[in-house]
């Protein structure tokens, strides 16, 4: 959405000054985050990093002249609640693009129910859920959704081999109950005993719950040798106490997201020195740097938060297609997606000194490719990425990487399981 500010520019051509930079009008695009519920920590940010990267490409000249700003809603970790906010943004305030949710039962009533029936640009940063491939394949997202994380269908392979190298070789489950949570499961299950692993117990569970004692009791049956805990912080720090508290054996598999601070001190650093994870990776570019340097002091935020470093790419890459993007509706702005990724382009980073640059080529018409924070991004016609996995542990009170499996390991291990 464009919205002129004033007579500022008209102004400035009649006296022969040179054009404001980001100033004389605005480009507004809709933020949906989970600023509060179980997802609240990862919500916040993401909306942060998605300010940050509006605020760096403002500093550069912003897109066509005007400057990019967000008009940020509350999705409260409810898929109701999204849609209804989403259906403001686009009905209403009529933006061009809607960067979010965070969680896959948040993103995808917004992408069924708002910005696939109006072809409305959506940009997921975190939503891992299969389902979100499944729409596109079945031609129900209109080409109109990405997202900046890699697919859950990729990260139930990595967990599985990363489980079994960790010695988890009897495991209980316990999942959200939600299609994040579902699919997860189904992916690392499939994987972990085609691997060799056997799932002793299946638990889902839902969501705000006072207390889980009942499901971490059914966990239990079978004696496992450690619990795969797919959750988010809030819950799943309630859960894992459960399952400490009446003799779970303190060994965990977590699922991304779960690396929290949030987390670790709820369920207390001692308990966790057995907790291994994977989350979607890095491949780390000078905008990994960058980020790693200056997000801390515009956000108070760790950079390490699992949404931060996705949400700000997903926040330079909406806003470098809408100033590569030939008008400002939404079928321009997802064409330009591809072109700011574009494998022949002139490589670009975070910040303001290499997007001057970005938008200095786009007037010319040349091609850039942005390499992210989280590295180079390219999307398939789905809006999906391939990445590596992050492998990680917690130690003393800290994540601590252990390793990565790239996207070539991946993919052998998805080999050998349909073998």
Same mark, same amino acid.
């Given at each position: 959405?464009?919205?002129?500010?004033?007579?500022?520019?008209?102004?400035?051509?009649?006296?022969?000054?040179?054009?404001?930079?980001?100033?004389?009008?605005?480009?507004?695009?809709?933020?949906?985050?989970?600023?509060?519920?179980?997802?609240?920590?990862?919500?916040?940010?993401?909306?942060?990093?998605?300010?940050?990267?509006?605020?760096?490409?403002?500093?550069?000249?912003?897109?066509?002249?005007?400057?990019?700003?967000?008009?940020?809603?509350?999705?409260?970790?409810?898929?109701?609640?999204?849609?209804?906010?989403?259906?403001?943004?686009?009905?209403?305030?009529?933006?061009?693009?809607?960067?979010?949710?965070?969680?896959?039962?948040?993103?995808?009533?917004?992408?069924?129910?708002?910005?696939?029936?109006?072809?409305?640009?959506?940009?997921?940063?975190?939503?891992?859920?299969? =389902?979100?491939?499944?729409?596109?394949?079945?031609?129900?997202?209109?080409?109109?959704?990405?997202?900046?994380?890699?697919?859950?269908?990729?990260?139930?392979?990595?967990?599985?081999?990363?489980?079994?190298?960790?010695?988890?070789?009897?495991?209980?489950?316990?999942?959200?109950?939600?299609?994040?949570?579902?699919?997860?499961?189904?992916?690392?299950?499939?994987?972990?005993?085609?691997?060799?692993?056997?799932?002793?117990?299946?638990?889902?569970?839902?969501?705000?719950?006072?207390?889980?004692?009942?499901?971490?009791?059914?966990?239990?049956?079978?004696?496992?040798?450690?619990?795969?805990?797919?959750? =988010?912080?809030?819950?799943?720090?309630?859960?894992?106490?459960?399952?400490?508290?009446?003799?779970?054996?303190?060994?965990?598999?977590?699922?991304?997201?779960?690396?929290?601070?949030?987390?670790?001190?709820?369920?207390?650093?001692?308990?966790?020195?057995?907790?291994?994870?994977?989350?979607?990776?890095?491949?780390? =570019?000078?905008?990994?740097?960058?980020?790693?340097?200056?997000?801390?002091?515009?956000?108070?935020?760790?950079?390490?938060?699992?949404?931060?470093?996705?949400?700000?790419?997903?926040?330079?890459?909406?806003?470098?297609?809408?100033?590569?993007?030939?008008?400002?509706?939404?079928? =321009?702005?997802?064409?330009?997606?591809?072109?700011?990724?574009?494998?022949?382009?002139?490589?670009?980073?975070?910040?303001?000194?290499?997007?001057?640059?970005?938008?200095?080529?786009?007037?010319?018409?040349?091609?850039?490719?942005?390499?992210?924070?989280?590295?180079?991004?390219?999307?398939?016609?789905?809006?999906?990425?391939?990445?590596?996995?992050?492998?990680?542990?917690?130690?003393?009170?800290?994540?601590?990487?252990?390793?990565?499996?790239?996207?070539?390991?991946?993919?052998?291990?998805?080999?050998?399981?349909?073998?």
């Amino acid at each position: 959405m464009v919205k002129l500010m004033g007579t500022t520019a008209a102004l400035a051509l009649l006296l022969g000054a040179a054009p404001a930079r980001a100033a004389d009008c605005s480009i507004v695009v809709g933020v949906v985050m989970e600023l509060t519920g179980p997802a609240g920590e990862y919500g916040q940010a993401g909306a942060k990093s998605v300010e940050m990267a509006f605020r760096d490409l403002n500093d550069a000249g912003g897109a066509h002249g005007c400057k990019l700003v967000t008009d940020t809603r509350d999705s409260q970790s409810a898929g109701n609640v999204a849609v209804d906010v989403a259906t403001q943004l686009v009905q209403v305030k009529k933006v061009p693009v809607i960067i979010g949710g965070i969680i896959s039962s948040v993103s995808i009533p917004i992408l069924t129910s708002v910005t696939a029936p109006a072809k409305v640009v959506q940009v997921s940063p975190a939503s891992s859920s299969p =389902t979100l491939t499944a729409l596109g394949r079945d031609g129900k997202s209109n080409g109109i959704f990405f997202r900046t994380i890699t697919s859950d269908a990729l990260q139930g392979v990595a967990a599985a081999k990363y489980a079994l190298d960790q010695g988890f070789k009897r495991i209980a489950v316990i999942h959200v109950n939600n299609d994040f949570g579902a699919n997860l499961f189904k992916e690392f299950a499939r994987a972990y005993k085609a691997l060799g692993g056997e799932i002793v117990s299946v638990t889902p569970y839902n969501e705000k719950q006072s207390s889980y004692q009942a499901e971490a009791t059914a966990a239990m049956s079978g004696d496992p040798d450690g619990l795969y805990l797919i959750s =988010t912080p809030v819950d799943g720090a309630t859960i894992a106490r459960a399952w400490i508290s009446q003799g779970g054996v303190a060994k965990f598999l977590l699922n991304d997201g779960m690396n929290s601070p949030d987390f670790i001190t709820s369920v207390g650093a001692k308990y966790l020195n057995e907790a291994y994870g994977t989350s979607s990776g890095t491949s780390p =570019t000078a905008s990994t740097e960058y980020f790693n340097a200056n997000y801390k002091a515009f956000s108070n935020i760790d950079p390490a938060n699992p949404a931060a470093d996705r949400s700000y790419d997903a926040g330079a890459i909406v806003g470098l297609a809408i100033a590569a993007a030939p008008t400002q509706e939404p079928l =321009t702005i997802r064409d330009a997606i591809f072109k700011i990724e574009d494998p022949n382009g002139t490589v670009i980073h975070a910040g303001k000194a290499d997007f001057e640059r970005a938008l200095s080529l786009l007037k010319e018409g040349k091609p850039i490719r942005y390499e992210g924070v989280i590295g180079p991004v390219s999307f398939d016609k789905y809006g999906d990425i391939t990445g590596p996995f992050r492998l990680w542990k917690i130690a003393d009170g800290k994540v601590t990487t252990t390793g990565e499996m790239s996207t070539a390991d991946v993919n052998g291990l998805i080999a050998k399981i349909a073998k």
